[in-house]
Structure formats: structure tokens, C-alpha cells
């Protein structure tokens, strides 16, 4: 099971990853200031927490589950189809909930995909998804990646 304390590492290295995605996203959000579905048309019914604020384009949460996804596939490029299949489903409740458009979504994906290009090229990132690829990898008996 995934814990903080049995992954310490990996743990560090999805929450800086995490952070990227707020840095990046919330000026973005707060710069469009798009009213979410349920406030432009009171009529739909969303299943998730609301808020009065107009900040649905881009979609943190998608944003979020995609660039996660993506430093996952760092770690584990032999699950990439897997993991980028539930990234999308991700998504796709953003939808579902009632609190996203759909282009609030395509917009995220491609935020997460350019916000992972410009990390891969990071020393900093290259080293911390290394170690955090090592202890992954070694506690779930996979073999060890090539640099």
C-alpha cells in the first residue's frame, strides 16, 4: 500500500510535483476567471463541493491528475497505458461532477503535458524522479531503470 512512510521519497517527490501544478494552473484560473457550469446555469445539478468563485478554466484537479500521472510514467513506463487511462477517468469526473466544462479539461491536459516537458529538462526533477524511481521500483520488486 502507498503510504508517506513506506514510500518517503516518492511521497517528496509527488507533492514538489504537485506544487508545479499550482504554480502553474492558479494564475491561469485567475486570469480567465470562468464561471463554473452549475453558476452559469442553475439548473444543473452538480454531485461535488461548489464554490462561488469563477475559476474553472483550467481545471486544477485535472491538471493535477495529469501531471501526476505523467511523473508516474517516469517511474513506471511499463504501466504508461494504465496510468494514463485513470488520469482520463480522472478527468472525466470532473465532468461527471457537474464543475468543469469540457474544454476546462482539454486545457488542463494540455497545461500538464507542457508544465511536464519543462520539468523533465530540470537537473533538480531528474534527480529527485530518479530517486524516487529507485525507491519505487525497488519496493514493488521491479527491476531497476537504465538512466
Same mark, same amino acid.
Given at each position: 500500500? $502507498? /503510504?508517506? #512512510?513506506?514510500?518517503?521519497? /516518492?511521497?517528496? $517527490?509527488?507533492?514538489?510535483?504537485?506544487?508545479? #501544478?499550482?504554480?502553474?494552473? /492558479?494564475?491561469?484560473?485567475?486570469?480567465?476567471?470562468?464561471?463554473?457550469?452549475?453558476? =452559469?446555469?442553475? /439548473?444543473?445539478?452538480?454531485?461535488? !463541493?461548489?464554490?462561488?468563485?469563477?475559476?474553472?478554466?483550467?481545471?486544477?484537479?485535472?491538471?493535477?491528475?495529469?501531471?501526476?500521472?505523467?511523473?508516474?510514467?517516469?517511474?513506471?513506463?511499463?504501466?504508461?497505458?494504465?496510468? =494514463?487511462?485513470?488520469?482520463?477517468?480522472?478527468?472525466?469526473?470532473? =465532468?461527471?461532477?457537474? !464543475?468543469? $466544462?469540457?474544454?476546462?479539461?482539454?486545457?488542463?491536459?494540455?497545461?500538464?503535458?507542457?508544465?511536464?516537458?519543462?520539468?523533465?529538462?530540470?537537473?533538480?526533477?531528474?534527480?529527485?524522479?530518479?530517486?524516487?524511481?529507485? #525507491?519505487?521500483?525497488?519496493?514493488?520488486? =521491479?527491476?531497476?531503470?537504465?538512466?
Amino acid at each position: 500500500m $502507498f /503510504t508517506p #512512510e513506506a514510500f518517503p521519497i /516518492t511521497a517528496a $517527490f509527488s507533492a514538489r510535483v504537485k506544487n508545479d #501544478e499550482s504554480i502553474n494552473a /492558479t494564475p491561469a484560473k485567475d486570469s480567465f476567471q470562468r464561471v463554473r457550469p452549475y453558476n =452559469l446555469d442553475k /439548473t444543473l445539478p452538480p454531485i461535488c !463541493v461548489t464554490k462561488t468563485k469563477n475559476d474553472s478554466y483550467p481545471s486544477g484537479h485535472t491538471t493535477a491528475g495529469y501531471i501526476l500521472a505523467l511523473a508516474l510514467i517516469d517511474l513506471i513506463p511499463e504501466k504508461r497505458d494504465a496510468i =494514463l487511462a485513470r488520469a482520463e477517468d480522472y478527468a472525466n469526473n470532473r =465532468l461527471i461532477c457537474g !464543475v468543469h $466544462f469540457p474544454s476546462d479539461l482539454q486545457a488542463s491536459k494540455l497545461l500538464a503535458y507542457s508544465i511536464h516537458s519543462v520539468m523533465g529538462i530540470n537537473p533538480q526533477y531528474q534527480k529527485e524522479m530518479t530517486a524516487a524511481r529507485n #525507491e519505487l521500483r525497488q519496493v514493488l520488486n =521491479l527491476p531497476l531503470a537504465s538512466n
